[in-house]
Structure formats: C-alpha cells, structure tokens
Nanobody, 122 residues
C-alpha cells in the first residue's frame, strides 16, 4: 500500500513563510514526477509546482519567485518552501506523486496525500 503523508501546513501572517513536506511510503518500483496542488474554497484544484526525478521544475505563474519545490529522492520526499505568502495563497495543499508499481509489469499510478491547510492572514 502506497501512502503520501504531508506535513507543515498552518496559519501564518502575510509575508511569512511555511515549508511543506510530503513523504511517500510503501512498496513501489520508483517515483516519477512529484508535485503540489492546492484548492481554495469554491475553486478548482490547481497545480502549484512539480518536479521530475531529475530535478526539472515547473511553477504556476502566481507562485514564481516566491515558492521553491525540491525533492530528496533517497527519502522519497518532496518539499515546498513558500515565502512571501499572500492571503490568496490560502488553500488546502495536496501532494501528488506519479508512482510506478511492479506487478509482473510496471504501471504508473497517481497518488494523492490527504491535504494540509495553509491559511495566510492579512
């Protein structure tokens, strides 16, 4: 059973910083792209940032220059450093990972974390 466990959310004032972590555990062949999504009340879930196994990153325009995604492949963990937070960053943040499972042949599945609340007060 594969699990993604997130940590690091909370309440912070505008201009502050938070760091999110997401660790994958269980039995799997490998992890491809890992990323962070967020969903604010009444809005659709949107991509915040993602990172490939080789370290190529991709960011939403709204967070470029403020957020940094990184990963530790040895620990199967992805991080999101969030600086200069704004009230509009308030949302539930979800970790996502494209994980390869071997059951005789290899298939790739998308897994999601349980979500962690980030609230930025003005």
């Amino acid at each position: 059973q594969v699990q993604l466990v997130e940590s690091g959310g909370g309440l912070v004032q505008a201009g502050g910083s938070l760091r999110l972590s997401c660790a994958a555990s269980g039995s799997f062949f490998s992890i491809n792209t890992m990323g962070w999504y967020r969903q604010a009340p009444g809005k659709q879930r949107e991509l915040v940032a993602d990172i490939t196994t080789g370290g190529i990153t991709n960011y939403a325009d709204s967070v470029k220059g403020r957020f940094t995604i990184s990963r530790d492949n040895a620990k199967n963990t992805v991080y999101l450093q969030m600086n200069s937070l704004k009230p509009e960053d308030t949302a539930v943040y979800y970790c996502n990972a494209q994980i390869q499972i071997s059951t005789g042949f290899i298939r790739t599945y998308a897994y999601w974390g349980q979500g962690t609340q980030v609230t930025v007060s003005s």
